[in-house]
C-alpha cells in the first residue's frame, strides 16, 4: 500500500500544525481514565449517516436503480467529519465511532431476491488497499482520525477477512486458490459454519490456507492499471520477508489491514463474521494490528491519546455475556473467542433483556463483568443494529427508556446512528435487513421536537456515561428498590469514580455512603443541585431520573 503511504505522511504533517484546539470534551478526557469497559460508542452506516461531498455519489458509474435502500444514498468520510467538527459526537457523549467498512467495494451490483442492490454497506470487498471513492479519501480518512482524536474521540475499523464481494457484471472472482464458491454454510457443525459460503454468490476466502498463492489476478490488473503494482509487490516482498509467514491469502489481507493501523493509528477493529472463520486465525491478525498500533503510538508520542493496546471487537453473531466460551451453532464445540486477542465481543442477548427488571440485568452484568475471568475484558451492548432481524421496538415508542438501559448497562454501550433520535427500524417498500438501514433523517430533526426532546435525553445520559467510567467499568450495588437507586464505583491507580442514579421520578434521593454529609451534589440530569443530609438529598425541582454525581 506504498501508494498513499507518502501522501498519509503529508497529511498528518499538516494535520499536526493545523489541528484544532482540544475541546471541553477532549479535556475531560485528560481528567477521566479512558477504558473500552465503560466504551459509548456510535455505530454509524457511513453511506447512510451524512453526505459530506456530493460529487462522489455515483463512481464506478453506479446507478440509481437499486430496490428500496439497497443502492448508495451519498454518505461518506466526509459527512461524519463535518458532524465532528459540529460537536454532535461529543454532546453525545460518545467516546468512540465506528463506521462500516470504507475499502473498496465491488462496483456492480446483485439481485440476492429482494431486487437489485450495491455494496452501500461496505461488507462486499473488492480492494483491501483502497478506499471506496464513494465513500471517501485517503486524506479525508487521516483528517477524520485527527479530529477525532483531538475531540478524546477513538475510531474503531471495520473489517472483513471472511468473504469478498459477490461476483458482478463488473467485478471478476477472485482466483480459485483465494476462494471457495461452496457449499453453501448449513450451520449445523463447527465445519458447515466455516468452510463453507454465507450465502449463495458470496465467495469464501480460504482461511484454512497455508498454501502459497499468487496475488489475484484481478487485483495484479488494477494494479498496474493504477501504476503501483511494482510499489505493492516491493511492500508484499518485504512484508513476508520480515515475518516469516507463508503467501496465503489470509496474510496478505492481514498485512492490508495492519497497514491501516500503522499509517493512521486506528484505535480498534470490529471483526466481521468471527465466528465463520477458524478461531485461530483471529489470533494471528490480533498480534499483527496489536504491534502495528504500537509502532504508530512510538512514533506519534504527542499525537496518540493514550498507551492502551488496540481494542478488538469480535461479531461472534448469537453471542452472549453469560457464557465466556461460545458454543458453535449445532455442533456444541465450545470455543473462548476471548483467547484469541479479542477484548470484547459484542452481547446480542441484552437487546432481548432490555425490558426486564433494571436491577436484574444491571446486578448480573456487574457481576460477570467484575469476576477474575474478565479482567481486563468487556462486552458490548446494544438494542439496535444493522442486521439484527429481531428488533425489540421497530416504530421506536419505547426509545428513551431503552436508552436509559443502555446508557446506564455495565459494560460498553453500542448507539446505531438514529437510536438518539428514534429513527424508525421499518420503512415501507422496504424488505430484509434494508429497512434497518435508512439515512438519518437530519432534516426531520429540524422541526420534529419529539426528536428534539429524545436526543436531548440521550445527550445527558451520554455525557453522564462519558465523563464517569463507574458506569461501564465499575461495581454496582443497589441503594433502595423505591425509588429504584443504585451506586457504581470504579478506582484505578490513584484515581476514583462513584455515582449514584435513581430510575424513579423522586424529589428525595438516597444516596447511601456514596457521599458525605453536608457536601453538595449535582443531578446532572436535571442540572439541579443539592446537600447531603444524612444520607439523602432533596431536589427542588421534577425530573424523571437521577444522575448524581460530585
Same mark, same amino acid.
Given at each position: ?13 499538516f ?9 471541553s ?13 465503560n $466504551? ?23 446507478k440509481?436503480? $437499486? ?20 460537536g ?27 431486487g ?72 449445523q ?49 518485504d ?6 509467514l ?25 471483526v ?21 498500533? *504500537?509502532?504508530?503510538?512510538a ?8 498507551d ?6 469480535g ?10 466460551e ?14 484469541q ?38 462486552t ?14 421497530r416504530?421506536?415508542?419505547?426509545? !428513551? ?11 460498553? $454501550?453500542?448507539v ?27 432534516e426531520?430533526? *429540524?422541526?420534529?421536537?419529539?426528536m ?35 451506586? !457504581? ?8 469514580? $462513584? ?16 457521599f ?5 451534589v ?29
Amino acid at each position: 500500500m506504498r501508494l498513499f503511504v507518502p501522501l498519509i505522511v503529508l497529511i498528518l504533517a499538516f494535520f499536526a500544525c493545523e489541528a484544532p484546539k482540544k475541546t471541553s470534551e477532549s479535556q475531560t478526557e485528560k481528567r477521566t481514565p479512558f477504558t473500552w469497559q465503560n $466504551a459509548n460508542m456510535y455505530f454509524l452506516m457511513t453511506d447512510r449517516f451524512n453526505n459530506g461531498d456530493t460529487t462522489n455519489d455515483w463512481s464506478f458509474n453506479r446507478k440509481d436503480d $437499486a430496490a428500496k435502500l439497497r443502492g448508495f444514498m451519498g454518505g461518506d468520510i466526509k459527512g461524519v467529519i463535518q458532524k465532528l467538527e459540529e460537536g454532535y459526537f461529543t454532546d453525545l457523549g460518545i467516546n468512540a465511532i465506528w463506521m462500516t467498512p470504507v475499502f473498496e467495494q465491488v462496483k456492480g451490483s446483485v439481485d440476492e431476491g429482494y431486487g437489485r442492490q450495491y455494496a452501500f454497506h461496505g461488507y462486499w470487498m473488492s480492494d483491501w488497499t483502497n478506499l471506496d471513492p464513494n465513500f471517501g479519501t485517503m486524506s479525508e480518512l487521516a483528517e477524520l482520525i485527527e479530529k477525532a482524536h483531538a475531540s478524546g474521540i477513538r475510531i474503531v475499523f471495520d473489517l472483513v477477512l471472511n468473504h469478498t464481494g459477490p461476483v458482478t457484471e463488473f467485478d471478476p472472482k477472485y482466483n480459485d486458490d483465494w476462494v471457495r464458491t461452496g457449499p453453501q454454510c448449513s450451520y449445523q457443525s463447527y465445519e458447515s459454519t466455516i468452510s463453507c459460503t454465507l450465502v449463495e454468490n458470496l465467495p469464501d476466502i480460504l482461511t484454512n490456507s497455508d498454501v502459497e498463492v499468487e496475488l489475484p489476478d484481478l487485483l495484479v490488473a488494477k494494479w498496474k492499471e493504477e501504476g503501483r503494482y511494482e510499489q505493492e509487490m516491493r511492500e508484499l516482498n518485504d512484508f513476508f520477508m520480515k515475518t516469516g509467514l507463508p503467501r496465503a491469502p489470509r496474510f496478505y489481507i492481514m498485512k492490508w489491514i495492519a497497514d491501516y493501523v500503522r499509517a493512521f493509528g486506528i484505535d480498534g477493529l470490529r471483526v466481521d463474521t468471527v465466528k465463520h472463520v477458524e478461531e485461530s486465525v483471529w489470533g494471528e491478525l490480533y498480534e499483527l494490528v496489536a504491534k502495528a498500533l *504500537k509502532d504508530w503510538k512510538a512514533e506519534n508520542e504527542e499525537a496518540k491519546l493514550d498507551d492502551l493496546d488496540i481494542f478488538y471487537l469480535g461479531e461472534v453473531y448469537n453471542y452472549a455475556i453469560y457464557n465466556k466460551e461460545f458454543t458453535m451453532d449445532g455442533g456444541g464445540e465450545k470455543i473462548d473467542y476471548y483467547a484469541q486477542g479479542f477484548n470484547s465481543l459484542i452481547n446480542f442477548a441484552f437487546k432481548r433483556e432490555v425490558i426486564k427488571d433494571p436491577e436484574e440485568v444491571f446486578s448480573t452484568y456487574s457481576n460477570i463483568l467484575n469476576s477474575p475471568e474478565w479482567e481486563g475484558l468487556t462486552t458490548i451492548n446494544y438494542i439496535a443494529s444493522h442486521d439484527d432481524g429481531t428488533v425489540l421496538d421497530r416504530e421506536r415508542v419505547q426509545i !428513551r427508556d431503552f436508552g436509559t438501559m443502555l446508557m446506564l448497562v455495565p459494560g460498553g $454501550a453500542q448507539v446505531y446512528y438514529g437510536d438518539e433520535l428514534g429513527r424508525k427500524l421499518f420503512q415501507e417498500e422496504a424488505n430484509g435487513d434494508a429497512t434497518l438501514r435508512s439515512f438519518m433523517p437530519w432534516e426531520e430533526l *429540524k422541526t420534529n421536537k419529539n426528536m428534539q426532546s429524545t436526543l436531548v435525553h440521550w445527550q445527558k445520559l451520554g455525557q453522564f456515561r462519558r465523563d464517569h467510567p463507574s458506569i461501564g467499568a465499575g461495581k454496582h450495588e443497589m441503594i433502595v428498590p423505591t425509588p429504584y437507586t443504585f451506586k !457504581r464505583s470504579f478506582s484505578e491507580g490513584d484515581y476514583s469514580d $462513584a455515582v449514584v442514579v435513581s430510575m424513579d421520578k423522586t424529589k428525595i434521593v438516597n444516596v447511601g455512603n456514596v457521599f458525605a454529609n453536608g457536601i453538595e451534589v449535582k443531578d446532572y440530569y436535571s442540572g439541579a443541585t443539592a446537600i447531603v443530609n444524612e444520607g439523602n438529598v432533596l431536589f427542588d425541582n421534577e425530573s424523571e431520573l437521577r444522575l448524581i454525581a460530585l
